[in-house]
């Protein structure tokens, strides 16, 4: 997950942004506890039965990719609107509550490689956010796509031109980390986006699948996080308060795809302890479609692979309130 290429060196005359200068960067309440739900694969619950079971309001939905051009569609293959994923949608909605939708992931086609200048890349995010009204979107930028420097401007670009054309909007950008916070790719990534006066609500790391980690998943994650922290403050010019505000996480619950790390319900109330002392701007996880013990052997996209009653995990999450 983690790639290794150098980050760049960026003037730091670029960097503009006043601490805390986002209008919607603090957003409270449920919006910032959005577990992941996938819909096309993974046997996805109901989400109205998650809603119920749990009182969790918000998902994230995933994930948008490319239909092979600069053109979203749902896992690259369905269409918006018309099908299955929009009655998901509509059936969270009547319940009351809301959805994040995530563009990219780590398979398929990515719209920020199929696209090839911001301004139609923006178009493409434009097409999402237009097709659900939505009022947050989480750009989950993995594999090829984080390791090109090409694409990682123009991500940072595209998402300027989409918080222009969508006042109020918030927006996430996801990525993978290592045990003491983004690697250099990940570093560079931030750093382009405060250099292009990006007011981006929340950068936010997923502390798992580290190749290698000390003490438990709970620890681990908050050491990212510190580094995350410390990534942001830097780049941004912000204060320590404000770095926090900007900054969140997206677990992983149970079993993770390295053999070595296992997070549990404790890792978890962890790093909610953390999250709620800190104000993140984001407590997610992969995923609801995880949240339950295996019935038999194991499907790590419909299981944790440990022993936990249903939606253990989703439980502690929606107790973030920001």
């Known amino acids: 997950m983690i790639s290794t290429l150098l980050a760049a060196t960026l003037a730091p005359s670029a960097l503009l942004l006043a601490p805390g200068n986002s209008a919607s960067a603090?957003?409270?309440?449920?919006?910032?506890a959005a577990p992941y739900e996938y819909l096309g694969w993974g046997s996805p619950q109901k989400p109205t039965d998650v809603m119920a079971a749990t009182?969790?309001?918000?998902?994230?939905?995933?994930?948008?990719?490319?239909?092979?051009?600069c053109n979203p569609k749902w896992d690259g293959t369905r269409a918006l609107t018309g099908g299955?994923?929009?009655?998901?949608v509509k059936s969270i909605r009547a319940a009351g509550g809301d959805i994040v939708i995530s563009v990219g992931g780590w398979s398929g086609d990515k719209l920020g490689e199929k696209c090839t200048s911001a301004t139609a890349l923006a178009g493409a995010y434009q097409k999402v956010i237009n097709a659900y009204h939505l009022k947050a979107l989480d750009i989950d930028i993995e594999n090829t796509e984080f390791a090109s420097a090409t694409v990682r401007q123009r991500v940072v670009d595209a998402l300027k031109i989409v918080k222009t054309k969508?006042?109020?909007?918030?927006?996430?950008?996801?990525?993978?980390?290592?045990?003491?916070?983004p690697d250099a790719t990940g570093k560079d990534l931030i750093k382009r986006g405060a250099a292009a006066g990006l007011?981006?609500?929340?950068?936010?790391?997923?502390?798992?699948?580290f190749g290698g980690h000390s003490g438990t998943m709970g620890q681990a994650s908050v050491g990212a996080l510190e580094g995350l922290k410390a990534a942001v403050k830097s780049a941004y010019r912000y204060n320590d308060d404000a770095a926090y505000r900007h900054s969140g996480v997206s677990s992983m619950n149970?079993?993770?795809?390295e053999d070595d790390e296992t997070v549990t319900l404790t890792d978890f109330r962890t790093i909610l302890s953390y999250a709620q002392r800190h104000h993140l701007a984001r407590f997610a996880f992969w995923s609801v479609n995880r949240d339950r013990a295996c019935a038999t052997g194991t499907d790590p996209d419909a299981c944790s692979g440990i022993s936990q009653s249903p939606y253990a995990f989703t439980k502690i999450v929606v107790q973030y309130k920001g």
């Open 84 to 88: 299955s994923d929009e009655a998901a």
């Open 166 to 181: 969508n006042p109020g909007i918030v927006t996430y950008v996801t990525m993978g980390t290592t045990p003491s916070g």
């Open 199 to 209: 007011d981006n609500d929340g950068w936010v790391v997923m502390p798992f699948d």
């Open 254 to 257: 149970g079993k993770t795809d």
């Open 26 to 32: 603090a957003q409270a309440g449920a919006m910032a």
């Open 55 to 69: 009182g969790t309001k918000w998902f994230t939905l995933a994930f948008i990719l490319s239909d092979g051009t």
